[in-house]
């Protein structure tokens, strides 16, 4: 007669291989998981994921270990209105423009990794965009700037 202990060792060990399969499938998905959309910075092209919905923008860009170039993340809100951000479980430091329906940049927030701070929008917005720290400043983006793009009801010039 088998012990319990032999039995659930024997399970673990033929499940142990599946579970981690199927969690490394869903770490390798999730960056690649959300939809993406092409944004006009002047002559700078942004590609951004996009979270839209409540789950999509709690997770943001949590635990990525990198955010290369123009690569982004645009947070689609339902409607204007107060947005704060912050860094619980974000592993890189990010800049984050709020913007309005129309694409314009209200404010701009430089955020350091893995706080609590919060980062709000002086203004009530519909948009957030999070792009790797300091990318805004190095290209001259500032409050006023306009952005283009499907979302602003402007598309990017090609």
């Not at 694409?103 to 893995?114: C, E, K, R, V, Y």
């Amino acid at each position: 007669m088998k012990t319990s202990s032999t039995y659930v060792l024997r399970l673990l060990r033929w499940m142990l291989p599946s579970a981690l399969a199927v969690i490394s499938f869903f770490a390798m998905a999730q960056p690649g998981a959300l939809p993406r959309i092409t944004l006009q910075a002047g002559m700078q092209l942004i590609h951004a994921e996009v979270a839209s919905t409540p789950d999509d923008r709690e997770t943001g860009l949590m635990f990525r270990r990198e955010l290369s170039g123009n690569h982004g993340m645009l947070f689609i809100f339902e409607r204007d209105q107060p947005v704060c951000m912050w860094m619980k479980n974000t592993l890189i430091p990010l800049s984050v423009a709020f913007i309005d329906n129309q694409g314009g940049i209200t404010n701009i927030a430089d955020m350091q990794p893995q706080t609590l701070d919060s980062h709000c929008a002086n203004q009530n917005v519909r948009f957030a965009l999070e792009m790797p720290l300091g990318w805004f400043a190095k290209r001259g983006i500032k409050p006023g700037f306009k952005l283009r793009g499907q979302p602003f009801g402007t598309a990017p010039a090609h």
